[in-house]
């Protein structure tokens, strides 16, 4: 059988094309594009894993983009920009209502505040006062829970949305009488106003709720990379026994990473609990976890911020993240 130089030339073409089309489906599957929020919350795990190499031991590259809030990250693996990304409490409808997958939980969160100027001295004294909200974030959240003890609705208060950084100098300023807001960011306040009131925390809620931070993932990446998923997961699992045993350190990665003093991250991470593998790995088994998310999406559904929960076995994958664990 004899070929031509243009048959020669198209069957290296078609070659060339399978090894490049074979080549790059392996590097999309191994190229993951992570989402964080600027805190130990958002960045520890991810600053554990940059160290420890971990991405490298499950045959991962990992490209990092700060956001300044969770529903940012949700619209950025709805659009395909993301693969994974990561959200607080505040946030938690919005995988509730299918736009994606909790891969993973992190930590449970009592950094969040209702904030005020000094001499307001309780909730009821906000009423008809101005208070700045970042919405659909856990400020907004501990807000409406703190209105909702002291008998009062968003109503009787002046909401007025801000992002977090025109909250610190509207509130440094005075031209808001009080936010729902969190640390560490509170912290940078108090160097301007010293005598803030905290009039709320989320600790006050025990019992009434948790308010778990987590990590996400688009519905597509675990739906049809389930591949990339288990393996970003058992970068996350690893990294979650690194924070577990070695916390200090920990936290100076994260400080490393975030460019900020070890000073303040440190009473950042003072501000949660941060779950381990093992403790992930039990409250996911014996439904504790569940429990939690669907406490939140009852919350959400009175908000009228969820109109109706997927329920948490459709969109926290508990299974696939111990299953993480076998790999």
Known sequence: MSWSKKGIAALLAALVVVLTGCGGGSDEANEVRFGYIGDYNGASLLAVAEDQKLWEKHGLTATASVFNNGPLQIQALGSGDLDFGYIGPGAMWLPASGQAKVVALNTLGNADRVIAQPGITSVADLRGKTVGVPQGTSGEMILDLALRNAGMTKNDVRIVPMDASTIVSAFSAQRIDAAGFWYPAIDTIKKQVPGLVELVKNSDFTGQMEFPTAFVAG????????????????????????????????????????????????????NVKALGVDELDRITGDGTAQRWLSAMDAYFTGTGQLEQSTGPQEYYTGELFTSAGNR
């Open 219 to 270: 519905n597509e990446v675990v739906t049809g990379q389930q591949d990339k998923a288990r393996r970003v997961l058992a970068v996350l699992r690893d990294a979650m026994r690194y924070r577990t045993d070695n916390a200090k350190r920990t936290i100076e990665l994260t400080a490393d990473m975030l460019d900020k003093d070890p000073a303040q991250v440190r009473a950042d991470a003072a």
